[in-house]
């Protein structure tokens, strides 16, 4: 069997005295779709924090494509491949959406060893990301002229514009409407399609299981259950976790 | 090119008084364009500009002592002491944002004015006396030749600000200003960019310091270390507009020009009261300075 993308292995953190991750374990191979659910405080965004670098973990490794990630800062890490997108969407807000999309083109695909982008190909590839996620009429806006939705989207786009082998999704989809969410589902599906393999972050459980071939439940920092999303939602441990004894 | 057309349109003006008032509004521009680069492109505010000027001048002044170097000389080691205050200073205090960093470098501008009053090699509170050639070569009138120097140095600030604008630093500083957590996950190094910025914002305020003791001829801590400095080197940029380098110009030229023309006409004490109320204007009524004023008349008028 090949070596996972990603592997974390005993995760820990903790904030003072409340312990935010205990021991976490998690592997994920190239091209899976991962869910991953738990109730309000889990530790769901701790832990993406702690993937992505804007934490340090207390304990515990992170192995990421064969290298070792504890201890790099947060834009080494998207050079590796390791792109996220956050839960409350964070625009450039003085600049254009295109220039949004450019800034990670410039910080990681020109930072890479290899070829370096000309002005054109920089200029193609930002319409090309946009074209994907929909919002190529939008280029020259603002991020405060977008909707919630479309702020989603760039949000996507720009995480997409890093090259990323492993993008971590965090709650993408949080106060949309229902066929919001199908737009995100369609746009994640394309993602895919791409050759990304993807972490969504979800409360949507309706999106969580169209979305995923294998679910993670957190509860309280420890990982409750892995496995197929329809087992898992039968796992007594985790229907207590969400309903309650 | 420019600098040069100036230089000669000014050489017309036989008064030296225009070369000493020219000079001053200069000097704003480069302390402008400098502050700017940290200020309005970083998002950091700086109110330490005084102290970074007064330690380029204070470099001045020691190498001045030692050996007497030409001034474009003390001009480059103005800008590389104050720059790599700037580096060190931004490495201590980089990790705090908004007030806290502000406040900090306030406190360095006061700590280095400290050092500089106890310092009796260079004056200490009495100040020092610099006396200064009755003339340049080639040039003549001693200060026409500061005049071009800081003209000059005017010129290369802009052309930097302006490089920077629409390059790749100039983006990845951009996003740092609008979110850091954002930039960072965007693969912006943030900690490396800022250091950058604060080299340069501090180097050139160096730089623009360097020249002062020729120009003043007596210098103290009190003049060199003068609030009215970093008071200048913010409200012009936010006059004229911080998030390009035609912003910063602007401002300076105006503000300065202004200032100048009250010093002869009304009275030198008015100075301040001029730049806080226009300040105080700006922030409420074009809050995105002259330029935004003008961006959005012209969206208005096409849209």
């Known amino acids: ?61 992170v192995h990421f494509d064969g290298r070792i990630l504890d201890g790099l800062p947060a834009h080494r890490r998207t050079r590796l491949g390791l792109a996220r997108s956050f839960q409350l969407p964070k625009p450039f807000a003085s600049l254009t959406v295109t220039e949004n999309v450019r800034i990670p083109l410039l910080y990681t695909v020109n930072a890479r ?54 993008l971590i999704a965090d709650e993408a989809m949080a106060g949309l409407s229902h066929s919001e969410i199908d737009d995100i589902l369609t746009l994640l599906g394309r993602l895919i399609e ?9 409360h949507i459980m309706r999106a969580v299981m169209s979305f995923s071939e294998r679910l993670v439940v957190l509860v309280a920092g420890r990982k409750i259950a892995d496995g197929m999303p329809q ?15 | 090119m420019v600098v040069f057309a100036i230089f000669s349109a000014s050489r017309l003006v036989t008064n030296d008084y225009f070369f000493f008032a020219g000079y001053l509004v200069l000097q704003f521009v480069v302390l402008a364009t400098a502050w700017n680069i940290l200020g309005g492109y970083t998002g950091y505010v700086n109110f330490g500009t005084a102290g ?108 930097t600000a302006r490089s ?38 501090g180097a050139f305020m160096g730089m623009a310091g360097a020249p002062l003791p020729y120009y003043v001829t007596y210098l103290d801590p009190a003049s060199g270390f003068n609030l009215s400095y970093a008071v200048n080197s913010i409200a012009m940029p936010l006059i004229g507009g911080t998030t390009g380098w035609l912003g910063p110009l602007i401002g300076a030229v105006l503000l300065g020009t202004i200032q100048q023309v009250a010093t002869v006409t009304i009275s030198s004490a008015l100075n301040l009261l001029i730049v806080g109320v226009l300040l105080v204007a700006f922030v409420v009524i074009a809050p995105n300075g002259i330029i935004g004023l003008i961006e959005t008349r012209g969206r208005r008028r096409r849209g």
């Open chain 1, 231 to 245: 087992e898992v939602i039968r796992n007594p441990e985790v229907e207590r976790a969400y309903l309650g004894e």
């Open chain 1, 113 to 166: 060893p290899g070829a370096r982008l000309g002005e054109a190909a920089i200029a193609e590839r930002c319409a090309e990301l946009l074209q994907l996620v929909g919002l190529a009429g939008k280029s020259g806006r603002r991020p405060r002229d977008l909707t919630q939705i479309e702020m989603r989207k760039l949000e996507l786009a720009r995480a997409m514009a890093a090259a990323p082998k492993l």
């Open chain 2, 52 to 159: 970074f000027f007064a330690l380029g001048a204070y470099s001045s002044v020691v190498l001045h002592k030692l050996f007497g170097p030409p001034i474009p000389v003390l001009i480059v080691v103005g800008g590389v002491v104050s720059g790599i205050v700037g580096f060190g200073m931004g490495y201590l205090t980089l990790r705090l944002r908004g007030v806290f960093f502000a406040i900090a470098t306030l406190a360095l501008a006061i700590v280095l004015e400290t050092l500089i009053t106890n310092w009796d090699y260079v004056g200490g509170s009495r100040g020092v006396y610099i006396i200064r050639p009755a003339q340049a070569p080639l040039i003549g009138s001693y200060i026409q030749y500061l005049f071009l120097l800081m003209l000059t140095l005017a010129g290369i600030a802009v052309a």
């Open chain 1, 1 to 61: 069997m090949t070596e996972p993308l990603l592997a974390v292995r005993s995760l820990g953190k903790r904030f003072g005295g409340f312990v935010a991750l205990d021991s976490v374990d998690l592997e994920v191979r190239a091209g899976e779709r991962v869910g991953l659910i738990g109730p309000n405080g889990s530790g769901k965004s701790t832990l993406v924090n702690c993937l992505s670098g804007t934490l340090r973990n207390d304990s515990g490794t």
């Open chain 1, 194 to 202: 791409q050759g990304i393999t993807i972490i969504l972050i979800e």
């Open chain 2, 164 to 201: 920077i604008e629409h390059s790749t630093l100039g983006y990845g500083l951009a996003a740092i200003r609008d979110d850091e957590q954002a930039a960072e996950a965007a693969g912006v190094p943030t900690l490396r960019l800022k250091l950058v910025s604060t080299t340069l914002s």
